[in-house]
């Protein structure tokens, strides 16, 4: 845990720590001059579908990206992006083995794709930049879904575009259950103890509007704001139950480091990674997510009745949400000491592809190339056992993002023993400048020779400047 909770920083990146910010030039800093709206914690509506969830009556999620404006300062209202609301989108509940149509309707007037983040899918359904929606046009991801339950999200996808598509508001969260869920005694009434928490920081100007403006400094060490958010609310209060109470946490940012935990320090068992439970709680005080990586967690409240703790980010010294446990328990559970059993891949004894980070030119390439669409980078075969090991060459934190599957964490510079909270499914890792990982990948559904998956580095100013590649399935 000592490893994953250490921000490794050099250069320019350490700049952008001690500030604050994203290190200056992009914006003047003006939400600190500004009053935030004092709001309870948003909880986004669910949305179950409609359908059967067959495959002759998949269940139908609409989904309508727009252009809106959202409450965030008593000054005025700021424009935004959205998903069937003002800032951010509804919460999808899938299930296991369920067919669904996920609608996309784009009524902005530019291009967007929308990609299912952590989703198992076959390439064509993926939504990446290869699915485009024109402005005025609608496109669905239909697909069984088939992966253990875990807590994903949807964002755009959209080809050097979508740093600034994500930072006006297009993001929500994909919950997907299953049977062996079910039968865990775990929070699960959503919006009471089963809490979805999208952490994201902005930057607006003086006039109240979102300020999109990265120099390259900010492009270098990632564009980040000086007003921190919890579903679209700035420092919301939440009213909870005295119980346990679980938070599933995503990092929604463009390019924060998040290090998150309670203002009076107490523990707090980590359940789940990216793409599925971990095998048992893990016990913590702290927590370090970099951008797309989500966590599950359950703090225990039971005994709190009266009080008020904040659920704080430290590396910044900014509150994501006040918790006021002010209501008894209308009921009451019990977390589990075995949460699930984890198929661990034995890794071939040779790393079988390298993948090295770095810039060039005013971009960012991974294996000094600069992403291209016409260009099919990797070629994985169906059920190869592959190890690939991703290096960062560069002074400045990076992480490293595979659709279409998830993958174990083998090693961190060469270090095996891996800490209990990654030690589980992901889709995204954390690799600090200068440092190495190796993970275990094997896919094991949807060959397609014509579309491709990608992978990418997930801080979104990197990806749109060209750290991202894609390979095809046989």
Aim: glycine residues 8%; charged residues 20%; proline residues 4%.
């Amino acid at each position: 845990m000592e490893r994953r909770e250490f921000l490794t920083l050099s250069g320019a990146a350490a700049v952008a720590l001690l500030t604050g910010c994203g290190g200056g030039g992009g914006g003047n800093d003006a939400g600190s001059t500004l009053t935030p709206i004092a709001k309870s914690l948003p909880i986004p509506p669910s949305l179950t579908g409609t359908g059967a969830g067959t495959a002759s009556d998949p269940k139908v999620y609409e989904l309508r990206v727009q252009s809106s404006s959202h409450d965030f300062f008593h000054e005025g209202k700021t424009a935004t992006y959205a998903v069937n609301g003002t800032f951010l989108g509804p919460t999808l509940f899938l299930r296991d083995g369920e067919d669904v149509s996920i609608k996309y309707e784009n009524t902005l007037s530019e291009t967007i794709s929308m990609h299912g983040h952590g989703m198992h899918l076959p390439a064509n359904m993926d939504g990446s930049a290869w699915q485009n929606i024109a402005a005025g046009t609608t496109w669905s991801a239909k697909y069984t879904v088939n992966q253990k339950a875990c807590t994903n999200w949807y964002h755009p996808h959209t080809l050097k575009q979508t740093s600034e598509q994500v930072y006006k508001g297009i993001a929500g969260m994909i919950i997907i259950e299953d049977a062996e869920s079910d039968a865990l005694d775990l929070p699960k009434r959503y919006g009471i103890d089963d809490i979805p928490l999208v952490l994201q920081d902005r930057k607006f100007d003086n006039a109240v509007q979102l300020l999109y403006s990265p120099n390259m400094h900010e492009v270098m060490t990632g564009y980040i704001g000086d007003t921190f958010l919890a579903n679209g609310a700035i420092e919301p209060t939440f009213d909870a139950e005295a119980k346990e109470i679980r938070f599933r946490i995503l990092n929604g940012s463009n390019s924060s480091m998040y290090k998150i935990g309670f203002s009076d320090g107490r523990a707090f068992k980590q359940i789940a990674t990216d793409n599925a439970f971990l095998e048992s709680p893990v016990s913590m005080t702290s927590l370090v997510l970099s951008p797309a990586e989500r966590a599950e967690i359950v703090v225990d409240l039971s005994g709190d009745i009266g009080k008020s703790i904040e659920l704080k980010e430290f590396l910044y010294n900014k509150t994501f949400v006040k918790i006021n446990v002010s209501k008894s328990a209308s009921a009451t559970t019990t977390l589990p000491s075995a949460l699930t059993t984890l198929t661990r891949l034995v890794p071939p004894s040779t790393v079988t592809r390298t993948f090295t980070l770095e810039a060039s030119d005013g971009n960012f390439t991974i294996n000094n190339k600069v992403m291209d669409l016409n260009r099919i980078d990797e070629t994985v075969y169906l059920d190869d056992i592959e190890l690939w090991e991703i290096t960062n060459t560069m002074g400045v934190n990076h992480n490293f993002h595979m659709h279409g599957t998830h993958f174990q964490l083998i090693s961190r510079n060469g270090n095996t023993s891996i800490p209990a909270n990654e030690d589980g499914y992901k889709d995204t890792v954390w690799i600090p400048a200068d440092e190495s990982v190796q993970i275990v990948v094997k896919m094991t559904d949807y060959t397609d020779i014509t579309v491709p998956y990608m992978y990418h580095c997930h801080f979104l100013e990197h990806e749109d400047r060209g750290m991202m590649g894609q390979f095809i399935v046989r």
